[in-house]
Protein backbone atom coordinates (compact mmCIF):
# COMPACT_ATOMS: atom_id res chain seq x y z
CA UNK A 1 0.00 0.00 0.00
CA UNK A 2 1.68 3.24 -1.14
CA UNK A 3 0.35 7.22 -0.42
CA UNK A 4 -1.26 9.39 -3.04
CA UNK A 5 2.24 11.30 -2.49
CA UNK A 6 4.11 8.38 -3.19
CA UNK A 7 1.74 7.44 -5.78
CA UNK A 8 2.48 10.84 -7.25
CA UNK A 9 6.35 10.52 -7.80
CA UNK A 10 5.65 7.10 -9.57
CA UNK A 11 5.82 6.70 -13.79
CA UNK A 12 2.47 7.30 -15.53
CA UNK A 13 3.19 3.63 -16.25
CA UNK A 14 3.55 2.57 -13.14
CA UNK A 15 0.49 4.46 -11.80
CA UNK A 16 -1.70 2.83 -14.17
CA UNK A 17 -0.02 -0.65 -13.08
CA UNK A 18 -0.92 0.43 -9.27
CA UNK A 19 -4.53 1.42 -10.64
CA UNK A 20 -4.92 -1.75 -12.25
CA UNK A 21 -4.40 -4.02 -9.56
CA UNK A 22 -5.35 -2.24 -6.34
CA UNK A 23 -8.16 0.68 -7.85
CA UNK A 24 -12.10 0.47 -7.46
CA UNK A 25 -13.84 2.51 -10.07
CA UNK A 26 -16.29 5.21 -8.29
CA UNK A 27 -17.76 7.14 -10.98
CA UNK A 28 -17.46 9.29 -14.23
CA UNK A 29 -18.22 13.05 -14.88
CA UNK A 30 -17.81 15.04 -17.72
CA UNK A 31 -16.53 18.87 -17.46
CA UNK A 32 -15.83 20.50 -20.91
CA UNK A 33 -14.01 18.62 -23.37
CA UNK A 34 -12.96 16.01 -20.48
CA UNK A 35 -13.61 12.78 -19.09
CA UNK A 36 -12.98 12.39 -15.27
CA UNK A 37 -12.73 9.40 -13.81
CA UNK A 38 -12.61 9.09 -10.13
CA UNK A 39 -11.20 5.93 -8.22
CA UNK A 40 -10.50 4.56 -4.95
CA UNK A 41 -6.77 3.22 -4.84
CA UNK A 42 -5.55 2.01 -1.33
CA UNK A 43 -6.30 5.01 0.97
CA UNK A 44 -6.56 7.75 -1.41
CA UNK A 45 -8.40 8.75 -4.94
CA UNK A 46 -7.23 9.29 -8.28
CA UNK A 47 -8.41 11.35 -10.62
CA UNK A 48 -7.99 10.37 -14.39
CA UNK A 49 -8.60 13.32 -17.10
CA UNK A 50 -9.12 12.55 -20.18
CA UNK A 51 -9.14 15.09 -23.29
CA UNK A 52 -12.04 13.72 -25.34
CA UNK A 53 -10.62 16.12 -28.55
CA UNK A 54 -7.58 14.86 -28.37
CA UNK A 55 -8.33 10.99 -26.83
CA UNK A 56 -5.63 11.67 -24.60
CA UNK A 57 -4.93 11.48 -20.66
CA UNK A 58 -3.55 14.80 -19.70
CA UNK A 59 -3.64 14.08 -15.91
CA UNK A 60 -3.43 11.45 -13.37
CA UNK A 61 -4.01 12.96 -9.91
CA UNK A 62 -3.92 11.02 -6.32
CA UNK A 63 -5.55 12.78 -3.54
CA UNK A 64 -6.79 12.04 0.23
CA UNK A 65 -8.49 15.63 0.96
CA UNK A 66 -12.41 14.31 1.29
CA UNK A 67 -12.93 18.12 0.35
CA UNK A 68 -12.11 17.57 -3.39
CA UNK A 69 -15.27 15.05 -3.54
CA UNK A 70 -17.49 17.44 -3.19
CA UNK A 71 -16.79 18.44 -7.24
CA UNK A 72 -18.38 14.77 -7.86
CA UNK A 73 -21.37 14.99 -5.08
CA UNK A 74 -23.42 17.37 -7.12
CA UNK A 75 -23.70 14.14 -9.72
CA UNK A 76 -25.10 12.23 -7.04
CA UNK A 77 -28.59 11.75 -6.00
CA UNK A 78 -29.37 9.74 -3.07
CA UNK A 79 -33.00 8.53 -4.86
CA UNK A 80 -31.12 7.24 -7.43
CA UNK A 81 -29.95 4.49 -4.98
CA UNK A 82 -32.90 4.12 -3.50
CA UNK A 83 -35.47 3.47 -6.93
Known amino acids: MISHLEFE ?3 RAKQF ?3 RERGIYLMRKRSG ?3 IQLLSV ?3 FVEIWKDTNADDIKTITGF ?3 QKLNFYLQEVSLPDFFG
Open 9 to 11: KLS
Open 17 to 19: DHI
Open 64 to 66: SDP
Open 33 to 35: RYI
Open 42 to 44: DTF
